[in-house]
């Protein structure tokens, strides 16, 4: 009895775990993603860029993906058996697989990790993000001009530096076109959960915001949108499928180029540890087209991103208050990178208290 | 539509999912079996439906599709520990592990895609009864079927010869066997009621609360049935009564962060376990009522001697 439920668990357990090829000679990149290859959002745009290097670099390389590993002690395993099972570069997508990413490459000296949104590095682990407060930016820009209520929706996940950094860059974008912009945030403490986001997205229009940004995974709040007659804007993929009318526009993650460029350098034996934080100008990340808007809001989104490529405009440029009234950034000061990255305040003009 | 109702409506689509869910568990459980597989017969259900749907163009058939996937899943359950008398609590998880994984399979060509929401159905005269009406006569098939069910259940446990006898199998199998019940078959039975409730509890989530398919979209909502069926005392009413609670502290929570009262959300989101639990507890505090609601051969493996 006990082997029946053995291979029953030991089958569930192989279903979640896919070999793309197996030839000996090839080098063996492995991904390891928090939620699922086709969530249509996060999880899905690492996916995209596992592919991309299969296309580049298929004749050298192979791939192997583990999805659905649940941040926390799990995680652990799941790296260890990545690093076990032959990998030479794992590439940890999630921010809460940091931990783990440290301790297991402290077992394997010879394996190389990156770890994508973190800010824990080692000689043989890199961290690796995109500056996703530049798209965050432009949202703000296009929702306070989009808006009718002067209110926007923001679901949240977890109160981490990336998601505040979110946060405070759409408003200070909104606010850019309208100094009284309003947000109400809801944080609901998951990355992936389409019911509890649907049900966020309707508390959020019933209380009327009239455009809708979230920072978790799935497609469920575009969707809610779009059945209320509202606007909003996708996370991580092009969700336009979602809401044809509702869109507005996404951040698309495009991390292909950077898995290419990386995978090279393990190939070449040149790879080193590192911390990268590419934005727009890299292609990292690009925006899905504007839609579902007027031409001159359309206009002033792509000038914003042209500006936000070519330097000529940082998101998080002086004068700046914090949400309590002190002054953070000076007239023309532009905020330095470890700010950013350890981010735990809001800037004015957000009522909510942030979560500790 | 005023902001009370638009609550109460989306507690409703909360709540429902649970209800079934709970209500079906109940069941399997009062003839002594615990399935732990809840969630991975719901989320069974969910990918079924959903491709269903998509195949057919017709959600109806999508929802008999969970149905039978869920009771069909709830089989193998039933094989392994009824037949086979395997260990119900390590059977049941491994039921769940199973389900997330091949519901993953199942549902993969058609992540990402947007369905069509069940449409409701609108009973005439009473939907136009003020407030009430839009609230509880124009809503989708499958919220009139789980308020049908629990009822239905409510009175076969307690008003039919056959609700007697599964009552009596729960309490004492032996004893049942003795006086000629038949355990096992009725056991399965139960077993296949509890998973074809999951699979509708399922299919409600992917053709009503969010209409898409997405691997894991059951995210613990069959474990917290589980509970609800502890917590409610194995008593129908006392189920609807804390799924809908679960579900009313749940948005109204979503909606307490929206109005920027101050709380940490991490208590917010921690508020709907505590105050189901509070008041299921304070609901059935009465020990001797509730000992003789358990069915004290709960988990307990049968096998009868020929």
Avoid at chain 1, 6 to 15: F, G, N, P
Avoid at chain 1, 54 to 75: M, Q, R, S, W
Avoid at chain 1, 124 to 138: D, H, L, M, P, Q
Avoid at chain 2, 77 to 101: E, K
Wanted: hydrophobic share 45%; with cysteine; net charge neutral.
């Amino acid at each position: 009895m006990k082997k029946i439920i053995l291979a029953l668990a030991t089958s569930a357990a192989v279903l979640g775990f896919s070999v793309a090829a197996s030839a000996q000679d090839k080098t063996k990149i492995c991904f390891i993603y928090v939620g699922s290859k086709t969530d249509g959002g996060y999880s899905e745009g690492h996916d995209r860029g596992r592919q991309d290097l299969e296309k580049a670099l298929g004749d050298k390389i192979e791939t192997a993906y583990l999805e659905n590993v649940p941040e926390g002690p799990d995680a652990e395993r799941a790296v260890e058996r990545m690093a076990r099972s032959g990998c030479a570069l794992v590439f940890t997508t999630s921010f809460g697989f940091m931990d783990a990413t440290i301790k297991v490459a402290q077992k394997f000296p010879d394996v190389k990790f990156e770890h994508a949104t973190g800010f824990k590095s080692a000689e043989n682990v890199a961290t690796y993000n995109a500056r996703f407060y530049e798209g965050r930016y432009i949202q703000g820009v296009i929702a306070a001009k989009m808006s009718k209520t002067g209110v926007a929706g923001y679901i949240a996940s977890f109160p981490i530096p990336e998601v505040v950094m979110g946060i405070n860059a759409f408003m200070l974008g909104a606010q850019s076109v309208n100094p009284d912009f309003k947000l109400k945030i809801v944080w609901a403490n998951t990355w992936a959960d389409p019911g509890k986001e649907a049900d966020a997205a309707k508390a959020l229009a019933d209380q009327g915001v009239d455009i809708l940004t979230q920072h978790t995974d799935s497609t469920a709040p575009m969707q809610v949108a779009a059945e209320r007659g509202i606007h909003a804007f996708g996370q991580a993929s092009d969700m336009i499928a979602a809401g044809p009318k509702t869109q507005l526009t996404s951040i698309v993650d495009t991390w292909g180029a950077y898995y290419i460029k990386r995978t090279q350098a393990v190939l070449d034996g040149t790879w080193k540890t590192g911390q990268i934080w590419d934005g727009l100008k890299d292609g990292i990340l690009t925006m899905a087209p504007y839609t579902n808007m007027p031409d001159d809001v359309k206009k002033l989104a792509e000038e914003t991103e042209a500006k936000i490529r070519s330097g000529e405009l940082h998101p998080f440029t002086g004068p700046v208050k914090k949400q309590d009234g002190s002054e953070w950034l000076a007239d023309g000061q532009v905020s330095d990178d470890g700010t950013l990255l350890g981010m735990n305040f809001y800037v004015a003009g957000i009522d909510d208290k942030l979560p500790q | 539509m005023g902001m009370l109702e638009a609550i109460l409506l989306t507690v409703i689509t909360a709540a429902t999912p649970l209800v079934l869910a709970s209500i079906g568990e109940l069941v399997t459980e009062r003839t002594g079996v615990l399935n732990l597989g809840v969630e991975g017969m719901m989320v069974m259900g969910a990918a079924l439906a959903f491709s269903a749907t998509q195949l057919t163009g017709s959600p109806y058939l999508g929802i008999l599709a969970g149905i039978a996937g869920g009771a069909l899943f709830s089989l193998l359950f039933g094989f392994l520990t009824l037949t086979l008398v395997a260990n119900q609590v390590a059977t049941g998880l491994a039921l769940t592990i199973l389900g997330l994984g091949v519901s993953g399979q199942i549902g993969e060509p058609y992540a990402g895609m947007s369905g069509a929401k069940l449409q409701p159905i609108e009973i005439p005269v009473l939907a136009e009864i003020p407030f009430i009406g839009p609230l509880l006569f124009r809503q989708d098939i499958i919220f009139y079927l789980s308020i049908a069910i629990v009822a239905g259940v409510n009175w076969f446990l307690f008003r039919t010869r056959a609700g007697l006898k599964v009552r009596a199998i729960g309490d004492n199998h032996a004893s049942a066997h003795a006086l000629g019940i038949h355990v096992i078959r009725t056991r399965y039975l139960a077993v296949m009621f509890g998973g074809a409730c999951a699979g509708l509890a399922g299919a409600q989530l992917s053709l009503v609360y969010t209409p898409q398919w997405v691997e894991n979209m059951s995210a613990g909502r069959g474990w917290i049935a589980l509970a609800l069926v502890v917590f409610a005392s194995w008593r129908p009413w006392r189920v609807l009564l804390g799924g809908y609670l679960f579900g009313a502290v749940s948005i109204s929570q979503l909606h307490a962060q929206a109005f920027g009262i101050g709380i940490p959300s991490q208590f917010l989101s921690a508020l709907p376990y505590a105050a189901t639990v509070v008041v299921l507890i304070l609901i059935s505090h009465n020990r001797r009522t509730t000992l003789i609601n358990t069915p004290a051969s709960l988990g307990k493996p049968f096998v009868p001697d020929r």
